[in-house]
């Protein structure tokens, strides 16, 4: 039987992914701002006509459809070693939060200003790993 111990400094992964939901909840604001500014109106998900509406739709969109890998590795990984997986959390959240700023623009290639996010993701990434290989003995 495995034991699995909250570590000291978990609460920074848990104050990471509080964070987390703020930034999505920021993301909703805008495209709803777009939305009424440029008159698309629900259910369209996506304009045929309007690309600016659109780059704000998949800024967040782009988000939601890998929020749970980050919320997994950010609560796994953190078993581990909280701080670091925290501090990896951040940074992916700022990645998306520059990746929207950039997408916002209108011009797509500048989504990739969130790029550096990937630093935090495979942060979370290694710690996950670790942990799982730890749980099983194999180092």
């Known amino acids: 039987m495995v034991t699995v111990e909250i570590p000291a400094g978990y609460g920074y992964c848990v104050l990471v992914g509080v964070g987390s939901m703020f930034m999505l909840v920021w993301k909703s604001m805008k495209v709803g701002g777009a939305r009424k500014q440029h008159k698309i109106f629900y259910p369209t998900m996506y304009s045929p006509t309007n690309d600016l509406f659109n ?72 710690t996950t790993i670790r942990f799982g290989t730890g749980l099983l003995g194999w180092f």
């Open 55 to 126: 780059c704000y739709q998949r800024a967040h969109q782009n988000t939601l459809e890998n929020y749970p890998q980050f919320l997994t590795l950010l609560f796994l990984g953190g078993l581990y070693n909280p701080v670091a997986t925290a501090l990896g959390g951040a940074v992916w959240c700022a990645g998306r939060i520059a990746y929207a700023l950039g997408y916002y623009t209108g011009d797509p290639k500048k989504r990739m200003r969130g790029a550096f996010g990937y630093i935090g993701l495979l942060t979370m990434l290694y």
